[in-house]
Nanobody, 125 residues
């Protein structure tokens, strides 16, 4: 599978952005698509995940109520709608495909087998 994330940019605090993850060559081996982010000097964080077949979703506490993940199987694309953005949301955002796993209440990146290049989101105060 190949993944291509897009939609990042510069936005003011309180603003919105929609990220897209276009997937090609998808197989049933990949039961979930996840969004992760990594800010400078910080560890990678699982943001949200969606089941590719059942559409079940999961959100990190830090984005719950502000971010919405959705998928369009016909287009092979997963979206991450980000509202009420905060400067703490500034990071490079990556999409990944694999299996949904939780580790200590967070999305475990080790469940993901394929990663796309990231897209930078910068939220100014």
């Amino acid at each position: 599978v190949q993944l291509q994330a897009s939609g990042g940019g510069l936005v003011q605090s309180g603003g919105s952005l929609r990220l897209s993850c276009a997937a090609s060559g998808f197989s049933l081996h990949y039961s979930a698509i996840g969004w992760f982010r990594q800010a400078p000097g910080k560890e990678r964080e699982g943001v949200s995940c969606i089941g590719s077949m059942d559409g079940n979703t999961y959100y990190a506490d830090s984005v719950k109520g502000r971010f919405t993940i959705s998928g369009d199987n016909a287009k092979g694309t997963v979206y991450l709608q980000m509202n009420s953005l905060k400067p703490d949301d500034t990071a490079v955002y990556y999409c990944a495909a694999g299996r949904f796993k939780l580790l200590a209440g967070t999305i475990d990146a080790r469940g993901m087998d394929a990663w796309g290049k990231g897209t930078l989101v910068t939220v100014s105060s």
